[in-house]
């Protein structure tokens, strides 16, 4: 069965440094999404991803972070400068439709860790 | 603005008892409504939704759910648990005009034996 793959699963960092978190999303999907989830609360959407442009970002989502899609195979989440806040469990999602209809399909996620 | 509350932390139960996850939301518009399940070590993974049409919904693994618009719920129940079952819960919701996910905190089901 397809999947979304993520990697790393876990990678620790210092504050200040830049992180890149990969996905490699369902072959034939064509709209991507992150998440995150810090450690004991809710899971938060990041941001949405169509036709090489973001399509929806949420306020967590600042000038900070930022996606690519390098090649069409990759789904990439950057952060610039890590800070302590950013330390949770990164989700990468593909949907093959917009909207409700279509099913998110999540990877098992990265746990990022900054000291 | 939408938000989804589940206000059970932890439900623990045992195998072959019959189980209910509670989930309530607010929302100003129509909305779609989900459950995921997120297993040890795994991914979020969907076990059911509501679009439109029939307000009880089915999923994998034997869950339903039942969509209340009057009483803005969307319980998750399943008649008899089963060990593997364990796993964290996480109800969401969807405006109709959106394609993002609004999760609940998640309810953590511990089945013993």
């Known amino acids: 069965e397809p999947e979304v793959t993520q990697t790393p699963s876990h990678q620790v960092t210092q504050m200040g440094q830049e992180v890149i978190l990969r996905c490699v999303p369902i072959?034939?999907?064509?709209?991507f999404y992150w998440y995150r989830q810090i450690l004991g609360q809710k899971v938060e959407f990041l941001v949405s991803f169509y036709n090489n442009e973001i399509s929806e970002k949420s306020e967590i989502f600042d000038d900070q972070f930022s996606v690519e899609r390098p090649d069409g195979s990759n789904f990439t989440l950057k952060i610039r400068s890590t800070k302590l806040e950013d330390s949770a469990m990164y989700f990468c999602a593909s949907s093959a439709w917009t909207g409700a209809a279509g099913e998110l399909f999540f990877g098992e996620g990265s746990r990022l860790t900054v000291l | 603005a939408q938000s989804v509350t589940q206000l059970d932390s932890q439900v623990p139960v045992f195998e072959e008892a019959p189980v209910e996850l509670r989930c309530n939301y607010s929302s100003s518009v129509s909305v779609y409504l989900f459950w995921y399940v997120q297993y040890p070590n795994q991914g979020l993974q969907l076990l059911l939704k509501?679009?439109?049409?029939?307000?009880l919904v089915k999923g994998i693994n034997g869950f339903e759910a039942e969509f209340n618009k009057s009483q803005t719920s969307f319980h998750l129940r399943k008649p008899s648990v089963h060990i593997s079952d364990t796993a964290e819960y996480f109800c969401a919701v969807s405006e109709s005009n959106t394609d993002k996910l609004i999760f609940g905190t998640g309810t953590r089901l511990q089945v013993f034996p």
């Open positions: 509501y679009l439109s049409g029939s307000t």
């Open positions: 072959s034939n999907h064509l709209y």
